[in-house]
């Protein structure tokens, strides 16, 4: 018999991350302690479903990045579930995934407003919410507008569990800092030490193509 009780709180920090940066870091930290989450588990997307024509640095390498972060953070955690799976790394097969492994977890799955503003595109949107609770980091200049029409929708129509976090310090930016990186200026105190001299060493956004 089955003594399920789902009352350890995972939480799931899905991203590209090319590069990590500290907004993530303190995006992830501000929900661990909004949600009492005893761990949470980034998860750099293996193959973006949604950038088929745009130039991504390799997986290794960005997993490298994030465990370089996150070394040192006793709550904190790194998974190649998306990286070693084939395939488009869809989040509803993650999420399936994670529920089958943390047995009795309850998900909150965290990421950007800009990418969950996407979410109808994604693939199975209802799995997903179903799965998880969505908690919507939200960086200084997205649409608040058409989050907050999207969220009183999902909720509505489907009971979903989303929460809002505001992050100021997602005004830093992944996009932001490969163009830095590509024009040789500093990335100090964006991204952990650690971090910059990985991108320096391993000669990392050194061409930033059009599209990024
Ligand atoms: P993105 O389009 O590169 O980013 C969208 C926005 O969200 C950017 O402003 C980004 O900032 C921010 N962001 C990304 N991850 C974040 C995080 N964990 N916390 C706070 N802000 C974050 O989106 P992405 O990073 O590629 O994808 C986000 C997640 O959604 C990934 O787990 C991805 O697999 C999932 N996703 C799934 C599907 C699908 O299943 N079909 C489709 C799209 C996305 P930075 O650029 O500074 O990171």
């Not at 991504?56 to 972060?69: D, G, P, S």
């Not at 998306?82 to 509803?92: A, C, F, L, M």
């Not at 058409?146 to 979903?160: K, N, P, S, Y």
């Amino acid at each position: 018999m089955s003594h399920e009780r789902r009352d350890r709180r995972l939480g799931i920090m899905g991203g590209t991350f090319d590069p990590v940066h500290l907004g993530h870091l303190v995006a992830a930290e501000a929900a661990r302690e909004e949600y009492a989450l005893e761990r949470v588990l980034f998860v750099p997307t293996g193959s973006p479903p949604h950038k088929p024509d745009q130039t991504v640095t390799e997986a290794e390498h960005r997993l490298a990045m994030v465990l370089l972060a996150t070394a040192g953070h006793p709550h904190f955690l790194v998974s190649r579930v998306e990286i070693d799976r084939p395939g488009p790394s869809y989040t509803v097969d993650t999420l399936r995934q994670l529920t089958a492994t943390y047995l009795g977890w309850e998900l909150y799955f965290i990421t950007g407003a800009d990418a969950v503003l996407e979410l109808d595109t994604w693939k199975e949107p209802g799995e997903i919410l179903r799965l998880c609770r969505l908690v919507v980091v939200g960086r200084p200049g997205y649409d608040q507008h058409r989050l907050r029409e999207m969220v009183d929708r999902l909720r509505r129509d489907t009971g979903a569990c989303i929460n809002v976090l505001a992050s100021p310090a997602l005004a830093i930016s992944s996009r932001e800092l490969r163009r830095r990186a590509a024009q040789g200026r500093s990335l100090r105190y964006l991204v952990p030490r650690e971090v910059e001299d990985y991108i320096l060493k391993h000669c990392l956004y050194q061409r930033v193509a059009a599209t990024s």
